[in-house]
């Protein structure tokens, strides 16, 4: 595949996936939002927290949080310790402008948050994941990624995330489907590749986590796996949005024809 051959099959793939967001969400993406839109955002160290504590736990919430969602903690469950940011507004002075709100992060306190598995009440819906067979690319993709200096492993420990990356090493959960080990995989060396150094300080979470997922997006439909609404149910969680992507474009399409070439698709 030569490079303007990948950078047009991205481009096809992206507005793919624009169309799929200006669409709106689905009856199902909408229930899934109301779900955990609330409960996903957890830093790689309260990961860690929640896995030491819990290694089983796949999702979690706060007491409100779970009533707000019809679904009720039993009594006498313990309850999993995070460290939640306390947030304020310190009043800052700027010449010839006058004042304006700043928000600080002034330190972090515990909180406690409970797996569904210690709650009853109301199903959660789920969202699209990726389907299908990648075949020998995953191995194609573990080369790359190895080629590329960086170390791949797999542990529990990283519950409930899927995927994490930490410049220079990409730890994923064991025991996922391959179209679904496949994607993460991409997305987290998406990470790599466009999140390193200070760039990653340079742009907010919601710009992060949707370039990564729409460069998953990408190369999973390039090589035929079946991304249904993942793609764009996963950007929509994080509230990314087409302006969010087009902003991005030329770094997602650069990106997605990197990894596809060098992993020999097409």
């Keep these: 595949m030569t490079t303007d051959q990948a950078k047009h099959l991205a481009e096809n793939a992206l507005n793919t996936l624009i169309e799929a967001l200006e669409k709106g969400q689905s009856e199902a993406l909408r229930n899934y939002l109301a779900a955990m839109g609330r409960f996903h955002k957890y830093s790689f160290g309260n990961c860690l927290l929640i896995a030491s504590q819990m290694p089983d736990a796949s999702r979690v919430a706060g007491f409100q949080t779970w009533l707000r969602l019809r679904r009720y903690v039993r009594k006498g469950e313990k309850g999993i310790v995070i460290l939640a940011p306390m947030v304020g507004r310190k009043r800052a002075e700027e010449d010839n402008v006058g004042d304006t709100d700043e928000t600080r992060v002034f330190g972090f306190r515990a909180a406690h948050v409970f797996d569904i598995s210690q709650t009853d009440g109301e199903p ?3 969202f699209a994941e990726t389907k299908g067979d990648p075949q020998d690319f995953t191995e194609r ?12 492993d797999y542990s529990e420990k990283i519950a409930p995330a899927k995927g994490v990356s930490a410049g220079g090493a990409i730890t994923l959960l064991p025991g996922m489907a391959p179209a679904e080990e496949f994607a993460v995989m991409v997305h987290e060396l998406g990470h790599e590749r466009l999140h390193a150094g200070v760039r990653r300080c340079e742009t907010s979470k919601t710009v992060r986590e949707t370039e990564a997922e729409a460069v998953a997006f990408v190369v999973c439909q390039a090589i035929g796996l079946d991304t249904n609404s993942a793609a764009a149910d996963y950007i929509a969680l994080y509230a990314g949005d087409k302006a969010t992507l087009t902003e991005s474009l030329g770094l997602i399409q650069q990106m997605a024809a990197e990894i596809l070439q060098g992993i020999g698709a097409g």
Excluded at 141 to 152: C, D, S, V
């Design 124 to 126: 959660l819906a789920e």
């Design 141 to 152: 993709l573990k080369g790359l990624i190895a080629e590329r200096g960086i170390t791949l």
